[in-house]
């Protein structure tokens, strides 16, 4: 089995849980010490990659200019990794990366909007980079789709596609038969990156590389958002149990994710009931606030309206339809 290459995410994704407010001097102190534990590459910044440092994502503590400046001459032995939203991140974005010596560029869209991020994943490997193509929520459609969308990414130029389980949704047989179909289907590496909401993530990633990926996303401690990450110091020794080579030293991330990463974090990662409501209906995060307001508002208890949202396969972007899900729910509920 080749070497499965770990992203340490604890201070892009973590940024969501430190509401982006990560210092750029915290940063770069957490960056060094990563960078001895073996990960083959670090990303940080602002939780919703370059350029989403803005009023519609929420404002980070600092630029991402400044993020780079401290922490990308820390790392000496990672590579840096960054992640761009269309739409959101611009060639602009990638300029600055590639000033900084980045060397992977992770372009992410919805799975069925993938073609969103042709003229990204083809400018990036024009550029040099890496090109990763990252596809979320892949677990609400048929593994037929998940392929085909993984082919599109794979004719834009992608030489990684990775699948996302960015609602901590699929079990580990579903995240098994995607990541295998898409192995068949497709001649580059896959990468899986999961999130903890049904307690699944190290499960998930573990089914992942059983399938054949190669790419695997961990935070320290799964520092991540919602109800994090697959923890990177757990899965490394679960790889070691497994016989299945990482390069993580396993007792030096144990000792970093303690010392350095414990003390900044506003609280133990935990599954609260509303992050395993979203895992349980396969409903992305964002419309958590949505469904509460809109049970306040009609009457509705907002667990229903997220499992209705769940079974009609909703995603990001289209947080308004709770309205109409609460209304006839209520509707519903006084014609009985």
């Given at each position: 089995?080749?070497?499965?290459?770990?992203?340490?995410?604890?201070?892009r994704?973590?940024s969501?849980?430190?509401?982006?407010?990560f210092?750029?001097?915290?940063?770069?102190?957490?960056?060094?010490?990563?960078?001895?534990?073996?990960?083959e590459?670090?990303?940080f910044?602002?939780g919703?990659?370059?350029?989403?440092?803005?009023?519609?994502?929420?404002?980070?503590?600092?630029?991402?200019?400044?993020?780079?400046?401290?922490v990308?001459?820390?790392?000496?032995?990672?590579?840096?990794?960054?992640?761009i939203?269309?739409?959101?991140?611009?060639?602009?974005?990638?300029?600055?990366?590639?000033?900084?010596g980045?060397?992977?560029?992770?372009?992410?869209?919805?799975?069925?909007?993938?073609?969103?991020?042709?003229?990204?994943?083809?400018?990036?490997?024009?550029?040099?980079?890496?090109?990763?193509s990252?596809?979320p929520?892949?677990?609400?459609?048929?593994?037929?789709?998940?392929?085909?969308?993984?082919?599109?990414?794979?004719?834009?130029?992608?030489?990684?596609?990775?699948?996302?389980?960015?609602?901590?949704?699929?079990?580990?047989?579903?995240?098994y038969?995607r990541?295998?179909?898409?192995?068949?289907?497709?001649?580059?590496p896959?990468?899986?990156?999961?999130?903890?909401n049904?307690?699944?993530?190290?499960a998930?990633?573990?089914?992942?590389?059983?399938?054949?990926?190669?790419?695997?996303?961990?935070?320290?401690?799964?520092?991540?958002?919602?109800?994090?990450?697959?923890?990177?110091?757990?899965?490394a020794?679960?790889?070691?149990?497994?016989?299945?080579?990482?390069?993580?030293?396993?007792?030096?991330?144990?000792?970093?994710?303690?010392?350095?990463?414990?003390?900044?974090?506003?609280?133990?990662m935990?599954?609260?009931?509303?992050?395993?409501?979203?895992?349980?209906?396969?409903?992305?995060?964002?419309?958590?606030?949505?469904?509460?307001?809109?049970?306040?508002k009609f009457?509705v208890?907002?667990?229903?309206?997220?499992?209705?949202?769940?079974?009609?396969?909703?995603?990001?972007?289209q947080?308004?339809?709770?309205?109409?899900?609460?209304?006839?729910?209520a509707?519903?509920?006084?014609?009985?």
């Amino acid at each position: 089995m080749a070497k499965i290459k770990i992203f340490d995410l604890t201070l892009r994704d973590g940024s969501h849980a430190k509401s982006h407010q990560f210092t750029p001097e915290q940063m770069a102190i957490l960056a060094e010490q990563i960078d001895k534990t073996g990960v083959e590459a670090i990303e940080f910044g602002h939780g919703n990659g370059l350029g989403g440092n803005a009023l519609q994502y929420g404002f980070a503590a600092a630029s991402d200019r400044e993020y780079m400046e401290a922490v990308a001459p820390v790392i000496k032995n990672s590579s840096i990794s960054i992640i761009i939203l269309p739409g959101v991140g611009t060639r602009h974005e990638l300029n600055l990366a590639k000033e900084f010596g980045a060397k992977y560029a992770r372009l992410c869209t919805q799975i069925t909007e993938v073609d969103i991020a042709e003229q990204h994943i083809k400018m990036a490997k024009q550029m040099g980079f890496i090109p990763i193509s990252v596809l979320p929520c892949a677990g609400i459609i048929p593994v037929k789709d998940t392929v085909r969308y993984a082919q599109m990414a794979e004719s834009y130029g992608a030489e990684v596609i990775y699948l996302l389980d960015g609602g901590g949704y699929q079990l580990p047989e579903q995240t098994y038969e995607r990541i295998a179909a898409m192995k068949k289907a497709v001649d580059v590496p896959i990468g899986f990156h999961g999130h903890n909401n049904l307690q699944l993530a190290v499960a998930n990633s573990k089914a992942a590389v059983e399938a054949g990926a190669e790419y695997i996303d961990c935070c320290l401690k799964g520092f991540g958002a919602g109800a994090g990450n697959c923890p990177t110091e757990i899965f490394a020794a679960v790889l070691d149990r497994m016989n299945i080579d990482c390069g993580i030293d396993l007792y030096k991330t144990m000792d970093i994710a303690e010392e350095y990463l414990r003390p900044l974090m506003p609280r133990p990662m935990e599954v609260d009931n509303d992050r395993i409501m979203l895992g349980y209906a396969g409903c992305y995060s964002s419309f958590l606030l949505f469904a509460q307001r809109a049970g306040a508002k009609f009457g509705v208890d907002p667990r229903d309206i997220i499992k209705e949202i769940g079974r009609r396969q909703c995603t990001e972007g289209q947080e308004d339809i709770c309205i109409d899900v609460a209304y006839a729910l209520a509707n519903k509920k006084a014609n009985k």
